[in-house]
């Protein structure tokens, strides 16, 4: 009896070993977990705050949605260095699909920042700016379904 009790007790120890080493790894999972979201959470809120500061004030009466185009295409320099930096500081964080949607706006901002010359914005560089924002916007998009979906985990 006293030799079973001694087996239990060593069987015991090692369920008790083995269970507090679990433990400690989940530990160490969840803080990284909890740090990798803190991260995603604040390059999300960025990047909302920057395309909100994109987009141009309702500043004049009878103001459409071409004005809005050419104003995002007279900063499309900008924009390029905005979104580069932008990527810079969050990419570590960042899915392999909003880098790839990203690393798109910063190519349109790049190539297109040529046709605006001064006042005059062509209607090529209305349109980029279009293929732009709505390219920033499904980045966001897909951002923020990425952080609210390890909200509800």
């Known amino acids: 009896m006293e030799k079973e009790r001694a087996e239990h007790n060593k069987e015991l120890e ?3 070993a083995t269970f507090f080493r679990e433990t400690e790894s989940y530990k ?3 803080k990284k977990s909890e740090f990798l979201f803190e ?3 604040e390059a999300a809120s960025q990047l909302v705050a920057l395309i ?3 987009m141009p004030y309702y500043s004049y009466p009878h103001m459409d949605w071409e004005d809005v185009c050419e104003h995002f295409a007279l900063q499309m ?3 390029e260095q ?3 930096k932008y ?3 969050h990419g570590a964080v960042l899915s392999n699909g909003v880098i790839d949607k990203i690393g798109y706006c910063i190519g349109i901002a790049g190539e297109n920042k040529f046709n605006v010359n001064g006042p005059d914005v062509s209607d090529t560089a209305k349109k980029e700016a279009e293929k732009l924002y ?3 916007v499904e980045a966001e998009e897909l951002l923020l379904k990425e952080v609210h979906t390890q909200i509800s985990t």
């Open 14 to 16: 090692r369920i008790r």
């Open 28 to 30: 160490i999972k969840l």
């Open 39 to 41: 991260r995603q959470f």
């Open 52 to 54: 909100r500061n994109l």
């Open 77 to 79: 320099a900008d924009v």
């Open 82 to 84: 905005e979104l580069d």
């Open 87 to 89: 990527l810079s500081r």
């Open 134 to 136: 709505r390219e920033l």
